[in-house]
């Protein structure tokens, strides 16, 4: 069975919950209409994925036309900031526009947003209050690769739900805008192209990550991805950002809500597509160490690349560099995490800081060139 350290869920806040319920009741009283009685139930953190916004679970109960009615909610905000989040920044209107947006030009299942909320006098913080769907994630903790109802389903579930959600992919990068309607997704900085800004953005956010102790395998990486630079990239598109199974929620393998909107960008799209690919392949890393099997069938390159093409017209080109990419940002994030786990004594930081890389061993394989060789293989 998995080590703990690959299993185990990190600490994600140090809020005192009862009092943020109190302080939710307040705020929604206010919100409401006078009359409505607003009672919420207590708030609970849910099981599944996600180590970066805090989410909690409630339900609300108001008067509304003569009739109480209840609303099962999941309220979105900024972590604390004595919680060492992972990101130096949390722009909740970024994620209650960019899904709005979502929503409004696309078919695919964003969650019904309720009340956007940008002041932090309420909860301490900004954040956003949106509809709860119905539907389950393929879990990070246990992974889906290691036990639950993923290594339960048949191949053929299986491959309705790795089509259905790279279809949810192309769905996004379908959606027709203008430059000033996305301009607020675009990164800052000087680089002419987006793929320029989002490496740029990236190595920023691992030096900052990282608090000046540096991962030598994420140097090297880091250099990989300079010098294999791609020359020409395709046109950009609004980019999910954190394109992954385990952000969406299905019933009968198909999408019923598409979460986790906080990665959000302009870029091209074989950053989503990569992005999905590499994640299930960190997964599948994790049970293939421990010798077991694991679903080394799903979310393969070719096919998840068949099936985008299908979908839209588009070839993916230089998926090596992309995955690279992912493997990397991935890398940077896993990095921060440990030091926020060092920092709650909830881990020991170790002499060899390519540890804090879980998935070390794909990064060592790619800058050597044999990862692809033995993707190919499976």
């Known amino acids: 069975m998995a080590d703990s350290d690959e299993v185990t869920r990190p600490q994600t806040s140090t809020r005192d919950l009862a009092t943020v319920h109190d302080q939710l009741l307040v705020w929604l009283t206010g919100r409401l209409p006078e009359g409505a009685e607003p009672e919420i139930s207590e708030l609970r953190a849910p099981s599944g994925n996600g180590m970066s916004s805090e989410t909690l679970l409630f339900d609300a109960t108001w008067t509304a036309d003569g009739e109480r009615r209840t609303e099962r909610c999941?309220?979105?905000?900024?972590?604390?900031?004595?919680?060492?989040?992972?990101?130096?920044?949390?722009?909740?209107?970024?994620?209650?526009?960019?899904?709005?947006?979502?929503?409004?030009?696309?078919?695919?299942?964003?969650?019904?947003?309720?009340?956007?909320e940008p002041d932090e006098g309420p909860l301490g913080a900004p954040f956003f209050v949106m509809r709860r769907a119905e539907g389950a994630a393929p879990p990070d903790v246990m992974p889906y690769t290691i036990d639950g109802w993923m290594l339960a389903a048949t191949p053929e579930q299986r491959r309705r739900l790795q089509e259905e959600s790279v279809a949810v992919v192309a769905a996004i990068h379908g959606i027709e805008t203008t430059p000033e309607e996305i301009a607020f997704l675009q990164y800052d900085g000087a680089g002419e192209i987006a793929l320029r800004r989002h490496l740029d953005d990236l190595r920023a956010f691992y030096e900052w990550g990282i608090e000046g102790q540096r991962v030598p395998l994420l140097d090297r990486a880091f250099d990989w991805l300079e010098d294999n630079f791609p020359a020409e990239v395709g046109p950009d598109v609004i980019s999910w950002g954190d394109a992954r199974i385990g952000n969406i929620l299905y019933v009968d393998f198909a999408p019923t809500a598409v979460l986790d909107w906080e990665m959000a960008a302009v870029g091209p799209r074989e950053l989503d597509l990569a992005w999905m690919i590499f994640i299930h392949a960190f997964f599948q890393d994790i049970a293939t160490r421990y010798g077991l099997p694991g679903l080394p069938d799903f979310m393969r390159t070719e096919d998840v690349c068949a099936r985008y093409e299908e979908l839209t017209g588009h070839t993916p080109r230089d998926m090596r560099y992309f995955e690279m990419y992912a493997a990397v940002r991935h890398g940077a994030v896993m990095a921060r995490i440990a030091h926020r786990q060092w920092h709650f004594g909830e881990r020991e930081q170790p002499a060899d800081l390519d540890e804090t890389v879980l998935h070390r061993g794909l990064i060592e394989a790619m800058l050597a060139g044999t990862y692809w060789e033995r993707a190919e293989e499976n």
């Open 74 to 116: 999941v309220v979105r905000m900024r972590p604390a900031m004595d919680a060492k989040p992972v990101f130096p920044s949390y722009d909740m209107d970024k994620q209650f526009a960019v899904m709005t947006l979502v929503a409004e030009r696309c078919s695919i299942p964003v969650p019904a947003l309720l009340w956007n």
